[in-house]
């Protein structure tokens, strides 16, 4: 068993004993914890002088038999990929450390935790793979948790409805994004599956794909991965998905799940596909300011907090994709860091809203307010979040957000292009996402308390450990940024790509 | 020991179990399907230690291929849905014996059980016949030994109603079609002046084949076996048959019987493909099929309430998805690309898995609950966690979620359409997933998202023997299993 290999499959074995009879809770949080421990061991021991794109390698052949396919087990970490599995195993730890007690779970406690470790475990498998059919299965493993998460524990009465919009979103989309996937994998030879196989064949010109047969591909991945990164306008699932979710699952969903899209973007569709995201880039473009410009409108409409988090962490995809299309090195590594950045934000977000509820029954801005001057804790944390979530300096996004731009700008020569004006609107996304976190810390924290609401006790510390430990990891990579970029760097110096424009 | 023995076994076996059935004196008549079982669990290991006859020239044995390892395991699939119907047919004989018992004084308290036990051995001998048949003579025989122990085991429960109808329409339009098919290898004797399935092939691809006599032979032959995997539009009997049949005789049709007849469709479909000739315009016809029975077969399943005609629809859609393997079968040979014949010996060994898996929680269903609605299973997560979650792994299974062995079916059948370029029909294949997920998960959603049904009555903490259990947590394994590693299924295919 490689290191990595216990990784991915830890969560899923924990998710067995727990289904056999082992205590949810412990069980669950244990094997959490030993993820996110063997993770950083993972990352420490990351060899920056090995040239080649993954490290700690492993491989199980899965199929071997005449005509078909090569797939097999396989794991091993890029920079990008370690990056993101660390955003997974914190998140982790995090959902699992807010995650209500077992008995305070109406139902079974059994399933919830489940479910819990399955839709992590699921995100971790997928960040690791570096074989192309289990990047795509391990995906797909959250879906039915998901389902039954928002459908079973949710909140709100149209949970079930909203279970349905968000499984049968998931499902097309991947379903899309299947036959997008094969359409490549044949077109590259259809004898394996192995990524950095693919992608070596689809940089050489003779076993390259097709111009044109790109552009169908990277139409297809990109509305399939599309829909699960929900891109504009495939975002419909999101926000009522998240604002429904029970708290940990919004947190690993909008946190982790999500950047699925937007690493299978850069990690498959761009190497993959390069001719194809150049004839397709305009369309991008208009799609990512649609994220931007668009929703976060309808994120400063919204009258609920949960909500509001819901679409704002749509609204923050386009800049991932506006790393993306940009191209260069600066601009992905960028769109990596974001990811990093935005799954730890929205994540720390959501931990406080469900905190907010618990203690004040309600998330709506009307019904809510001076919350800061009986509950201080949870306005300075809350303080910090949002000011990490619009993209203040001194938290990751901020270091994200400046790549972005700057990569935007990087390749122009004078004169300003499609990218670059997409770029200098993208910009006022930064006050509209300004404006609608402190128009909710305002109203939340500060103003008038509403009659009927009654004081509550502030956060105790022990409850605010899990959004202590994201909060930590979001200041210490806003103030170091080094810390991940060295192994975004490295991740982009092995696989390099045409530039669009 | 040579393989045909294998068959012979069988039908001694189901010979023992009549003849125990009249001169035993049995107070509980089970013991007969346990003896079948046993024989059964016997014959699937033999199956792994046969050997092929050294020439079949001019024996009686020619009618039957040889060395030929897809046949092997079509018969692996005959034996184990046999066994696992006999399974369910014992925990069902209460009902069973209710709708039969003969009403005489001093008659045996489960008088008319004992067939109900023999009779599917008689099919699955014929299930395994036609896995090996590569005439059309024994093609034509297998497949009437299969159907018409399926017309008396449709219609058993001689005092239902609904169990009645459906044997009646199913014998009519199974006549019919036989009838078709008769036709048609009339024609294809005809054109080629053989019986034989290579022969045939030589005789098709030959130059001076009259094409249009060969196309017209096609479509009867495929009005017939159409029918038999319930392809669109010969399905209608599907829905009727498999709801008013005893569930273990649903579950052996939607199996056995389906992939009995794909194994022939496959037989017979393949030297019209490989005639150049020929080729393309049948290509077209079955491409045609497979839309038709994607769509249908899915958007109709979308509607239903009753679980077992939404599991005859879903059978149907599936029947959709081989189907597409098959109208995507490759015009010239290419390195690496997939095969029909592999794609869909794949597919029909995990829809075993699972849709046995589903008829094993139904039928155990059935003892305690007489409605077969999907609203009948509402809440069984709160009261049997145990059967909700082994028919969730099946329906996930059936709606193609990954790291399930129903997901690899799908996706191997994709990739031969992505393969040969069959845009169309992977559109519409899409569309039909996409349906399957609904469907699938809304059986999913009535058991764990809503609350027991009032109505229902009864408790719905359902018991479940020993065996039967056993069975599921078999599956369960076979299905995650394969879904992680396929070669467990593909292996047995060379």
Known sequence: MSLIEIIVLLPLLA?????????????????????????????????????????????????DAAGMPEISLAFGLDGISLVLLLLSAIVLVAAVLVSPRENAIVGSSRLYYLSLLLIGGGAIGAFCSTDLFFLYAFHELALIPTFLMIGLFGRGENRVRTAWTVTIYLSIGSLVLLVGLLMAVVALGGSTFAIADLAALARSPETGIAAERQTWIFFLLLVGFGILVSLFPFHGWAAPAYSDAPIPVAMLHAGVLKKFGVYGLIRI????????????????????????????????????????????????????????????????????????????????????????????????????????????????????????????????????????????????????????????????????????????????????????????????????LPVLILLVALISVGFVPELLNQYIRHALDGFFLVTPG | MPVYYLEIIVVALGLLMLMIDAFVKLEDKRVIAWIGMLGLAVVFVLLFRVEWP?????????????????????????????????????????????????????????????????????????????????????????????????????????????????????????????????????????????????????????????????LFSFALILVAVAFKVGAVPFHFWIPDVYQGAPTPITAFLSVGSKAAGFIVFLRLAQPFLSSGALAEKVTLVLGALAALTLIVGNLTALPQKNFKRLLAYSGIAHSGFLLMALASAPTAATANALTPATVIAFYLGAYLLMTLLAFLVMSTMRQRVVSEDIDAYRGLFKSSPFLAVTLLIAMASLAGIPLTAGFFGKFFVFKLAVEQEQWFLIVVGLVGAAAGFYYYLKVAASMFLEDPKASAGGDLAVPIGAVTRIAMILLIIAIFAAGVYPNLILGLLR
């Open chain 1, 269 to 464: 569709a761009l190497p993959f596909a390069p001719a194809g995201a150049e004839a397709l880039l305009n369309l991008v473009l208009v799609l990512l300011l649609g994220n931007i410009i668009y929703l976060g409108l309808v994120t400063v409409a919204q009258k609920r907090l949960d909500r509001m988090l819901g679409y704002s962490s749509v609204m923050h995809m386009g800049y991932i994709f506006l790393g993306i299309a940009a191209g260069n090195k600066l601009g992905l590594a960028g769109a990596v860091l974001l990811m990093f950045a935005h799954g730890i934000s929205i994540a720390l977000l959501f931990a406080l809203a469900g905190s907010i509820r618990e203690r004040f029954g309600t998330l709506e801005f009307a019904k809510l307010g001076g919350l800061a001057a009986n509950a201080p804790r949870l306005g300075l944390l809350f303080g910090f979040a949002a000011f990490a979530a619009a993209g203040l300096p001194g938290f990751a996004n901020f270091a994200a957000e400046i790549n972005v731009f700057f990569g935007g700008f990087a390749d122009a020569e004078g004169s300003l292009g499609w990218l670059q004006w997409t770029t200098i609107i993208a910009l006022w996304g930064v006050v509209i996402s300004a404006v609608y976190m402190l128009r909710a810390y305002r109203s939340i924290f500060y103003g008038p308390a509403p009659a009927k609401l009654q004081s509550k006790a502030d956060l105790a510390w022990p409850a605010a």
């Open chain 2, 54 to 214: 050294e020439s079949t020239d001019g024996a009686f044995w020619q009618f039957y291929s040889s060395g030929d390892q897809m046949a092997l395991y079509f018969k692996g699939i005959a034996v184990l849905t046999t066994l696992i119907v006999l399974i369910m047919a014992a925990d069902l004989s209460p009902l069973v014996v209710e709708q039969t018992a003969s009403p005489a004084p001093g008659a045996h308290r489960q008088a008319g059980l004992g067939e109900f036990f023999a009779l599917p051995m008689f099919t699955c001998a014929g299930l395994m016949w036609m896995a090996s048949a590569n005439n059309l003579v024994s093609i034509f025989v297998s497949l009437e030994l299969v159907t018409v122990s399926f017309y008396i085991m449709v219609a058993y429960l001689r005092r239902n109603v609904g169990s009645l109808e459906a044997g009646v329409k199913y014998l009519i339009l199974g006549a019919l079609s036989t009838g078709f098919l008769v036709y048609g290898f009339a024609w294809l004797f005809g054109i080629t002046g053989s019986m034989d399935l290579g022969e045939i092939a030589a005789a098709l691809a030959a130059p001076d084949m009259n094409p249009t006599a060969a």
């Open chain 1, 15 to 63: 998710a067995l004993t727990i289904a056999l009879g082992a205590p949810a809770r412990l069980t669950a949080l244990g094997s959490s914890v030993v993820v996110l421990v063997l993770s950083l061991f993972a990352a420490l021991n990351f060899r920056f002088q090995v040239e080649g794109a993954f490290q700690f390698e492993s491989s199980r052949s899965l199929i």
